[in-house]
């Protein structure tokens, strides 16, 4: 019995400390960067002002957007969603909703709607999709194309939209997302910014969690914070995400990732690139990945893909756990299936700072860290119980983990108190401090579970998305959300 | 951001790094040293006492920045209606002795609380104009508060620099504008823009067309915003700016002030623009050609147009179908209907577009190309004809 204990104490000592100076090197990264983001965003003075946002609107020189929609089984919000994007204040866009062979009567919903017509308009690009069944534009003076195509999924009918966009810009939205009037004009600055050359490729903003604002129309009319949960819970992790990383990593032009809930790319790069790819469920993350690589390859051509900091785009957090940890796997599949495919990248200065460090954090601490923390309550636990690791190593890893955690959330909730402000109500405040110090008994630990799961359903291949079932954004959605 | 700024970031982290290390180890030598044995605890608890510490204290500042906003607010809202007041009487009162009286308690409100004159004044400019607001912008100078704002002009916050400007910006005639010219070379955009806009409401010819000038150096951002403010002024710059811009040698230059015009869409006359069609670099063609319906309609520029139709530049040939719809060059039919069989798409569209604006001699090669087994060009000729008749339709409902 002793000589077990000798061997398997030593051992589980050893590996309870090696996961605990990751996860001390994971928060400290992440502090770092949390403060870069605090400075670059201080010296963020890009802001629009109102006056400037008002010429903006009435400008004819912006760049024309073609606002790309892709719309699988939407027929409980497309209209309203549509009707808040043809509304939004950009002085030369168009909306192309792309209906991906949807079967609740989402087209029939549109035809009668907007009164459209069968058009003969041809698509001006070559990428591959599925069948397009029709295309059909309004009788009315209303600049939407409504594409009709086979079932193919997103991707696929996101190339289809770009196939039918006619304008340099393409903005991408989920159908269920809600985007704040000026959304567009914010995400357009870093392309109207440009000097000389056209070095902006993509640009995205901050997304944020819709549950406890009220919504009218397909707009925000009040900003609140989540009464559920788990939505709060949510609501702090989108913070911490956009606040606490992107800036960061659009200060050292490595993001990678726009979310897939509204991004704005500049459509040459994106057919240059060859579109969105099919077989991948993060085909957000995916192609960000795919435009560094392409721009950076042989000497790198100067670009920029940049994170705005502006809040642009509400999306409904899921209210279940079983959502959740579909919209989790399939999140967590998309990180994995990214960084294999683009492998090469990993390490090699060619890609710069993208290769050097975002690709590793990724891989290090995005992929890896869920199961490593995983791995660390296990042993932790299990050792504690068995006597082979003793108390202040116990208390050492949960500090770094779970402690850390809770610095961390209340730090990104305090960045935004400082600088975006957007929830009026101290009470909301508060409730959302509460959610930053009680996410990280429980719920963290559940998605690590789920997460290192994700990564095992990833190695073995799976790339099913999940049911994406639809009736209305105030009413309950099973798989609601973009990634953050 | 430029360099300086992206190291000025690097080193504000750093130094937090810094300060933050110092921190962790002073409470770890203070508390957690001889108290905890495990070395890395220790420093672990110090960091979770350090950063709770920061936390805490960034919140009470938060707070107590919003308590003293809402103070001064409320310090405000008590002295507003008065202050108002004794602006109103300085700018009305006909008998000099109560005028003097409203002015001596300006100046000692200014004294002391100048916050609250500097808002009252800028609420008040807003909704006032003629004798007044040149009685109300003389005060301002003589109690110093236009001074406090030449003074922010000079700070090292942007964000005050832009606010300096938008007040400056609201006093009449040339009070202000000394300034608001040193602006223009302010190095953040927002400023220029705030300044540009600011000058542009005047009448100075020479101030329109700095402004000009600036617009066709700055960025896009910059020109969008102002582009709008100078379409009034178009017909006065097209005297000597714009010529000068397009006789100018940097080709950039020439495309932006070629852009400016074709945004304004105003009938100008601007002979330089017809030599511009034969230039040597391919994005001057082309911008130019988008303007041609805009400037002129000479015999000249429907040849250079027809030339530009068999340009090999792809963009010069766009932009010169679009040109020839636009005029309505019946010479071009032939050659557009040649590029409505083009590879590239987007140039078969737009000659498409082009043969519906000729009148029926296009609308009947678009059906003959309908008719005919070419299929692609069937389908952008198509797509031209419905769009052609949809509008008409639409304007005819109209």
């Known amino acids: 019995m002793s000589g077990v204990y000798d061997l398997l104490a030593p051992t589980f000592q050893w590996?309870?400390?090696?996961?605990?100076?990751?996860?001390?090197?994971?928060?400290?990264?992440?502090?770092?960067?949390?403060?870069?983001g605090f400075f670059a965003l201080r010296r963020y003075h890009g802001r629009l002002l109102r006056s400037e946002r008002d010429a903006l609107f009435r400008s004819s020189i912006v760049p024309r957007i073609s606002v790309l929609v892709p719309a699988y089984n939407?027929?409980?919000?497309?209209?309203?969603?549509?009707?808040?994007?043809?509304?939004?204040?950009?002085?030369?866009?168009?909306?192309?909703?792309?209906?991906?062979?949807?079967?609740?009567?989402?087209?029939?919903?549109?035809?009668?709607?907007?009164?459209?017509?069968?058009?003969?308009?041809?698509?001006?690009?070559d990428l591959d999709t599925s069948r397009i069944r029709a295309v059909y534009e309004s009788l009315d003076p209303i600049p939407l194309v409504v594409v009709d195509k086979d079932n193919g999924g997103k991707s696929d009918a996101l190339n289809a939209g770009l196939n039918h966009s006619r304008a340099p810009i393409v903005a991408v939205v989920d159908a269920d997302s809600i985007l704040e009037p000026d959304s567009l004009l914010h995400v357009m600055k870093p392309f109207l910014a440009d000097g000389e050359v056209d070095h902006t490729l993509a640009s995205g903003g901050i997304v944020r969690v819709a549950n406890g604002c009220r919504i009218e129309h397909g707009r925000i009319v009040e900003v609140g914070a989540p009464s559920s949960v788990l939505a709060g819970f949510q609501a702090i992790e989108y913070l911490r995400a956009f606040l606490g990383g992107r800036i960061a990593y659009s200060f050292l032009n490595s993001l990678l990732v726009i979310s897939g809930?509204?991004?704005?790319?500049?459509?040459?790069?994106?057919?240059?690139?060859?579109?969105?790819?099919?077989?991948?469920?993060?085909?957000?993350?995916?192609?960000?990945?795919?435009?560094?690589?392409?721009?950076?390859?042989?000497?790198?051509?100067d670009y920029r893909i940049v994170f705005v900091p502006e809040p642009v785009s509400w999306t409904e957090a899921p209210e279940s756990f079983e959502v959740l940890n579909r919209q989790r796997n399939r999140w967590q599949r998309g990180l994995v299936?990214?960084?294999?495919?683009?492998?090469?990248?990993?390490?090699?200065?060619?890609?710069?700072?993208?290769?050097?460090?975002?690709?590793?954090?990724f891989l290090l601490f995005e992929m890896l860290g869920p199961t490593v923390e995983l791995a660390g309550y296990l042993l932790t636990g299990v050792g504690l119980a068995a006597g082979f690791v003793p108390l202040h190593l116990a208390l050492l890893f949960f500090f770094v983990s779970v402690g850390f955690g809770v610095l961390l959330s209340l730090s990104s909730l305090l960045l935004e108190e400082l600088t975006v402000r957007r929830y009026p109500r101290p009470a909301d405040v508060g409730r959302l401090f509460l959610a930053a110090v009680v996410e990280n008994f429980g719920l963290r630990q559940l998605l690590t579970v789920w997460r290192t799961k994700a990564l095992f359903d990833a190695l073995r291949g799976d790339r099913s998305w999940g049911e994406m079932e639809r009736v209305g954004f105030r009413a309950s959605k099973p798989d609601a959300g973009a990634a953050p | 951001m430029d360099r300086r700024t992206n190291l000025t970031i690097w080193l504000q982290t750093l130094t937090v790094l810094v300060v933050y290390g110092a921190a962790i180890g002073l409470v770890h030598r203070v508390w957690f040293s001889g108290v905890v044995d495990s070395l890395v605890l220790a420093l672990v608890l110090a960091f979770a006492v350090v950063q709770s510490i920061a936390i805490a204290t960034l919140l009470l500042a938060l707070v107590v920045s919003k308590v003293i906003?809402?103070?001064?607010?409320?310090?405000?809202r008590k002295v507003e209606p008065v202050v108002r007041d004794l602006l109103v009487d300085w700018m009305t009162e006909p008998e000099p002795s109560e005028a003097e009286r409203a002015r001596g308690e300006i100046e000692s409100f200014a004294d002391r609380q100048p916050d609250a004159?500097?808002?009252?004044?800028?609420?008040?400019?807003?909704?006032?104009?003629?004798?007044?607001?040149?009685?109300?912008s003389d005060l301002l100078v003589e109690i110093g508060i236009v001074e406090r704002w030449s003074r922010r002009f000079r700070s090292r916050d942007p964000e005050r620099r832009r606010m300096a400007v938008n007040r400056l910006a609201r006093l009449p005639g040339e009070r202000g504008n000394g300034v608001l010219r040193d602006a223009l070379r302010d190095p953040e955009a927002s400023v220029r823009i705030e300044a540009a806009r600011a000058l542009l409401t005047g009448d100075g010819i020479a101030d329109i067309e700095r402004i000009f000038h600036l617009a066709v150096t700055e960025s896009l951002l910059v020109r969008a915003v102002l582009v709008e403010d100078l379409r009034p002024h178009a017909i006065r710059l097209a005297e000597?700016?714009?010529p000068r811009a397009l006789a100018g040698g940097d080709p950039r230059e020439v495309v932006v002030a070629l852009e400016m015009i074709e945004a304004w869409q105003k009938s100008l006359s601007v002979p330089a623009v017809a030599p511009l069609l034969r230039h040597p670099r391919p994005e001057v063609r082309a911008r130019a050609l988008r303007v041609v319906p805009y400037v002129s309609g000479s015999v000249e520029v429907e040849g250079d147009t027809l030339a530009g139709l068999a340009d090999p530049?792809?963009?010069?040939?766009?932009?010169?179908?679009?040109?020839?719809?636009?005029?309505?060059?019946?010479?071009?039919?032939?050659?557009?209907?040649?590029?409505?069989?083009?590879?590239?798409?987007e140039l078969a569209v737009a000659a498409a577009y082009a043969l519906a604006e000729l009148g029926d001699g296009g609308a009947d090669r678009l059906e003959a190309a309908v008719r005919s087994n070419h299929s692609a060009g069937a389908a952008v000729a198509l797509e031209a004809l419905e769009r052609f008749r949809t509008d008409r339709l639409r304007r005819a409902r109209v």
């Open chain 1, 261 to 301: 809930a509204f991004g704005v790319f500049r459509r040459t790069a994106v057919v240059e690139a060859g579109g969105f790819l099919l077989d991948t469920v993060g085909e957000d993350m995916e192609l960000v990945v795919r435009l560094h690589r392409r721009w950076r390859r042989g000497g790198g051509r």
């Open chain 2, 313 to 345: 530049h792809p963009g010069v040939r766009l932009a010169a179908a679009r040109a020839a719809g636009r005029i309505g060059i019946e010479a071009a039919i032939p050659a557009l209907e040649r590029l409505l069989h083009s590879r590239d798409r």
């Open chain 2, 240 to 242: 000597q700016a714009i």
């Open chain 1, 337 to 361: 299936e990214s960084l294999w495919r683009h492998r090469r990248m990993m390490l090699n200065p060619r890609y710069g700072v993208v290769g050097m460090f975002a690709f590793p954090y």
């Open chain 2, 69 to 76: 906003v809402g103070r001064r607010e409320r310090r405000f």
């Open chain 1, 74 to 125: 939407e027929a409980g919000t497309i209209l309203d969603s549509v009707k808040a994007l043809l509304t939004l204040r950009y002085p030369n866009h168009e909306v192309v909703v792309v209906n991906d062979g949807s079967v609740d009567g989402t087209l029939e919903r549109l035809i009668e709607e907007f009164r459209l017509y069968r058009s003969s308009r041809v698509p001006t690009g």
């Open chain 1, 15 to 36: 590996a309870t400390k090696a996961i605990v100076a990751y996860m001390i090197g994971i928060s400290l990264i992440y502090f770092v960067m949390m403060i870069l």
């Open chain 2, 117 to 136: 004159v500097e808002r009252c004044a800028v609420d008040l400019i807003a909704s006032i104009s003629g004798s007044e607001l040149v009685r109300l």
